[in-house]
């Protein structure tokens, strides 16, 4: 659910490398909570937010892929790590380096909702992450079925982590971090 009648600027924003970007969800990924950091980079009020899905910031640059592997993640009740190219309001770009964490019941045992902290990402970081994203976008587009498109990608994005040497997404992006 994107911002209606929001283009894309081509302009990137930034936040401080000490401000955490923070945000909670209900278990459908319905936002309840977003500080002020979330406010000021996305440029939205928090009436705007609350209530929605948290998708109203995905970017459409952003692979299907990555938001199957959190939500088969988190809804297992596994923590992720993982970059991400948020949209502003006003057309923006973001890019963060999200954990999202489930949230659990007083038991332990039911999921009530996500957590999700995002931090300024390494820009070399991004140098090995942002190709493989254009790749798996573009992967994704040229299937005209995009259950088909989201399947290939989802290949695709298990081929390059296992090709880097890796078994899990987590600490193929943990090597792009420590580089």
Same mark, same amino acid.
């Given at each position: ?48 937010? =609350? ?18 592997? =959190? ?54 970081? =991004? ?8 790749? =798996? ?43």
């Amino acid at each position: 659910m994107a911002p209606p009648n929001t283009s894309l600027t081509g302009r990137e924003r930034t936040f401080k490398d000490g401000e955490i970007i923070v945000s909670k969800t209900d278990p459908q990924g319905k936002l309840v909570y977003v500080n002020d950091v979330f406010l000021d980079v996305s440029g939205f009020e928090e009436h705007e937010l =609350l209530g929605k899905p948290h998708s109203i910031i995905r970017h459409p640059e952003m692979p299907r892929c990555i938001f199957k592997l =959190l939500w088969d993640t988190i809804s297992s009740g596994n923590e992720l790590f993982a970059y991400v190219n948020n949209r502003a309001k006003n057309g923006d770009n973001y890019w963060v380096l999200a954990h999202v964490t489930p949230n659990f019941d007083a038991s332990g045992s039911s999921i009530i909702g996500y957590h999700s902290n995002r931090r300024v990402p390494e820009r070399k970081a =991004l140098q090995a992450i942002e190709p493989l994203y254009k790749r =798996l976008l573009a992967e994704e587009q040229k299937h005209g079925d995009r259950k088909a498109g989201l399947q290939a990608s989802w290949a695709m994005l298990n081929a390059a982590v296992s090709q880097a040497g890796f078994d899990a997404y987590d600490r193929f992006i943990f090597s792009v971090i420590n580089g």
